[in-house]
Structure formats: C-alpha cells, structure tokens
T-cell receptor, first 112, second 114 residues
C-alpha cells in the first residue's frame, strides 16, 4: 500500500516557467510534509517542509501548498532555472517519531 | 562538519557473498535509517533505529540485518547478496521526537550484485 502518491513521474519546464509537483497521502495522522531535492550522484537534501497548521509556506522561489481536507500537498517552483533540474521527492511522517515515507519521485528538467 | 558518512561509495558483489555497508553520523542524532533507491520506486525504508540498542524493520527488510551499538554508527549487513539487492543505498539521520525533524542523508553506496 503506497502511503504517499506523487505525480508526475517526470516534468519538462521551460526556463522561467512554473514547475508544479503534486502529492497525495492516505494517513490522516501525518503531520510533517517535507520535500527533498536530489542531484545525480548525491543524497537527497531537505528543500522545504510544512506542517498542517498552515496552508502555504514560501521560501524564495519554492512554495508548498497544503490542502488538509483533500489530503494533498504540492511543490511550486517559480521562475524555474536549469539549476533546478533534479529529482524531487515528497514525504510524510508523524512529527519525526515515525520514519519518513517517500513518494516515488519526480524528475524535473528545466530547459533553456 | 562531516554530517552522514557512508562507505564504500561503490561495491560489486558476487551472488551469495556477504558484506557490511557502513554509516556514521557526527550530529548526535538519535534517529538513523537505511533506504534503498531503485528507478521508479522512490526511497524505500529497509531498517531504522531510534537509539542505541533499538532497531525496527521498514518496508523492505528481507535479506538485511542491522544493529545499533553506538549513537554514531548504524551498519547495514547483507547476509547473502542477491541480484535483486542491486541498488543505491542511503543512510539518513535526524533528531527523534523533536520539532526539528530534518533528515540528513549520506552520499549513498551504489551496490551491484552479479
């Protein structure tokens, strides 16, 4: 049973465009939703995270939107740059007291 | 600050061989975990630990053993390697039970079983 479903599997965006990656979760007890960014040959690194007491969190060009009733959250990358080309993973857990459950990842390519 | 260190970076094993993937962290994190990453499958949890002497199974534990004798180290043992264990393995660490739950990952070990 996949607890976190991520889409799309791959995404191609023009430089300067908006990249949008979506995730849906099943366990309503989850209360920590991070996004990780992974470059080839490297380990994933935390990009941005949100807790369900807010509906949106913004850090620079990266924004998480959270819809608790729909059990969905999404990552928006504004003004996408070639340097943003990477694999992005959404994840969920119970306040760090349970292991992170990851989506299957989205490979983003930003082309000039 | 070293963070999470994994060794080796690359390894080729023959079917049936055993080996240990090493993971060490210097951030005094209680929580450590092992994931495997396969194309199209994301990161799947193998085993995890919430402190020295405490371990538990994740989603795909078969064929792997772990132990946690110190806070710093969390080795992953392959008992009898199989081609299905060809993968990239990541170790991660974080604080446990606190508001700051950022998980830090190592650089990964790319394992090929022939």
């Amino acid at each position: 049973q996949q607890q976190v479903k991520q889409s799309p599997q791959s995404l191609i965006v023009q430089k300067g465009g908006i990249s949008i990656i979506n995730c849906a979760y099943e366990n309503t007890a989850f209360d920590y939703f991070p996004w990780y960014q992974q470059f080839p040959g490297k380990g994933p690194a935390l990009l941005i995270a949100i807790r369900p007491d807010v509906s949106e969190k913004k850090e620079g060009r990266f924004t998480i939107s959270f819809n608790k009733s729909a059990k969905q959250f999404s990552l928006h990358i504004m003004d996408s740059q070639p340097g943003d080309s990477a694999t992005y993973f959404c994840a969920a857990s119970l306040s760090g007291n349970t292991p992170l459950v990851f989506g299957k990842g989205t490979r983003l390519s930003v082309i000039a | 600050n070293a963070g999470v260190t994994q060794t080796p970076k690359f390894q080729v094993l023959k079917t049936g061989q055993s080996m240990t993937l090493q993971c060490a962290q210097d951030m005094n994190h209680e929580y450590m975990s092992w994931y495997r990453q396969d194309p199209g499958m994301g990161l799947r949890l193998i085993h995890y630990s919430v402190g020295a002497g405490i371990t538990d199974q994740g989603e795909v534990p078969n064929g792997y053993n772990v132990s946690r004798s110190t806070t710093e180290d969390f080795p992953l043992r392959l008992l009898s390697a199989a081609p299905s264990q060809t993968s990239v393995y990541f170790c991660a660490s974080s604080y446990f039970g606190r508001k700051n739950t950022e998980a830090f990952f190592g650089q990964g070990t790319r394992l090929t079983v022939v």
